[in-house]
């Protein structure tokens, strides 16, 4: 027992004795400073020196960043959307022994908007508001009915308008500023939960994932990515900086459940600016072409294009009489800026090109066989022509649905010499038959379809039996029969 004390009070002398040579060798060492780290979160900055000189310090802001000003200023301008619609049923019991067998569904589905003016005008999702027969917007406890003013499915966007003014609209950022690792709040109302604020960062920019790709005709796919919290009811919401100003509308997350696992994606604000503006203006998106297809650079594909390096996008497809076939761009020639703005994937060219109109006209540099070149290249509407693309659609309210003739840029693309397609179903005979938004008809009882009357003419006199060829909204071969 004698010794294990004895060995105890050496222990504690020579701890002592550590204590007291550390403090008289170091005296330049100050004790480290508590009082300031009550109930905070101790950061760590280092100082950044520009290249222009040690003297040059970036200022970096110390501390947590304060997510309240910018979750107050833009919750005001997110609203709950409300989808009405209905579907037609069939009761096999009932139709059996003499009933009617046929009824109609109510269908409520949701999502979120955001107040783009102080007069009503309100973006969203174009897949929140599809096929929609009614909409509802509820804001601050009032409910509002709503017109659809435009949809762009290229962009997976719509615009509604509400009868109200003097609304709190949102600010608008420019997503060009936007920078990588910077923080951002996703604003959103989902279920008619007021509002949901959750914190990220911007985790990339140019995102393509091919989201839209399979239903979208000419997807422009440039999204923000961000790990801020994006649910199924935040599609349509807002996507904003520590200013509480939109640098994006929230359209889609990554995941197999269908719920957030750590991606969500949003359309850049100065896309969302574009599309906003046509549609008010125009009642259609003035998007512009030049004629053809793009594709990323990676080491197989410069290998089969024979490109010494992996700078731009290569020219995979140039359409007959389109605007770059007639300035002379080939196939392999590898464009590397448009204007002034650098391209370094498809995703910077399809965005470049969406902030344009038909008629403009912009410079392409490219490069062939090593040489760099630059050609003017006047942009063309989907009809090929450089006028204000107009919104051509034949409504038929008996049978729920709007028609359109299949652009002349986007038939030459797919292959097509005809064909109709299915816009805005609502409930009726398309819908009631399995029909989707997006069906191109190629063939009504064999005819081949040129004209949205055509086909309305064909179904409205044909007696009993229908037939219907086409492509689905996937590009498919699909045929249809049934009796009237």
């Not at 750590?262 to 969302?272: K, R, S």
Request: proline fraction near 3%; glycine fraction near 10%; charge should be neutral.
């Amino acid at each position: 027992m004698k010794k294990v004390i004895q060995n105890i009070l050496v222990s504690a002398l020579a701890g002592f004795g550590g204590a007291f040579a550390f403090y008289s060798l170091a005296p330049q060492l100050n004790p480290p400073q508590t009082e300031n780290f009550t109930n905070q979160t101790a950061y760590t900055h280092q100082p950044i020196r520009k290249v222009g000189g040690e003297d040059d310090i970036l200022s970096i802001p110390q501390g947590p960043p304060d997510f309240v000003q910018a979750s107050s200023i833009s919750t005001q301008s997110v609203v709950y959307i409300k989808n009405i619609s209905r579907r037609q049923t069939v009761d096999m019991f009932d139709l059996y022994f003499g009933g009617g067998g046929y009824g109609d569904n109510r269908i409520v589905a949701s999502g979120s908007g955001v107040i783009f003016t102080a007069d009503g005008y309100i973006i969203t999702n174009n897949h929140v508001i599809e096929g929609a027969e009614s909409i509802e917007v509820l804001h601050n406890k009032k409910t509002y009915k709503a017109k659809i003013i435009g949809r762009d499915p290229s962009t997976d966007l719509a615009l509604l308008k509400i009868d109200a003014k003097g609304l709190p609209n949102i600010r608008l950022a420019r997503s060009k500023d936007v920078q990588i690792g910077e923080w951002v709040l996703a604003v959103g109302n989902p279920f008619n939960l007021t509002s949901t604020v959750t914190a990220g960062i911007v985790s990339a920019k140019g995102r393509s994932l091919q989201l839209l790709s399979r239903s979208a005709r000419f997807p422009i796919e440039s999204f923000i990515q961000t790990d801020a919290a994006i649910n199924p009811g935040n599609s349509g919401g807002a996507l904003v900086n520590l200013k509480g100003e939109l640098i994006g509308i929230n359209t889609a997350i990554l995941s197999q459940t269908g719920s957030y696992t750590g991606y969500g994606f949003a359309v850049p604000v100065d896309i969302v600016s574009k599309v906003v503006n046509d549609l008010i203006q125009h009642g259609e998106v003035q998007k512009a072409f030049v004629g053809l297809d793009v594709m990323d650079l990676d080491s197989e594909v410069a290998k089969e294009f024979g490109i010494k390096d992996l700078e731009g996008v290569v020219i995979q497809k140039v359409m007959q009489e389109g605007a770059a076939f007639g300035a002379g761009l080939k196939r392999g020639d590898v464009i590397i800026k448009i204007n002034q703005e650098t391209i370094n994937s498809k995703a910077d060219f399809d965005e470049n090109l969406s902030y344009y109109k038909p008629g403009d006209e912009i410079t392409v540099t490219y490069k062939r066989a090593g040489k760099v070149e630059q050609k003017k290249i006047k942009l063309t509407n989907k009809q090929g022509t450089t006028d204000a693309s107009k919104k051509e659609t034949l409504s038929a309210d008996d049978l729920g649905v709007d028609l359109e003739v299949v652009p002349k840029v986007e038939k030459e693309k797919i292959g097509l010499k005809n064909g109709v397609r299915i816009l805005n179903l609502r409930n009726g005979f398309f819908r009631n038959n399995g029909f989707e938004e997006g069906f191109i008809i190629l063939k009504i009882n064999g005819v081949e379809v040129t004209t949205a009357e055509q086909a309305l003419e064909l179904i409205t006199k044909s007696s009993r039996k229908i037939t219907i060829e086409g492509l689905d909204r996937y590009g498919q071969f699909a045929y249809y029969s049934f009796s009237r």
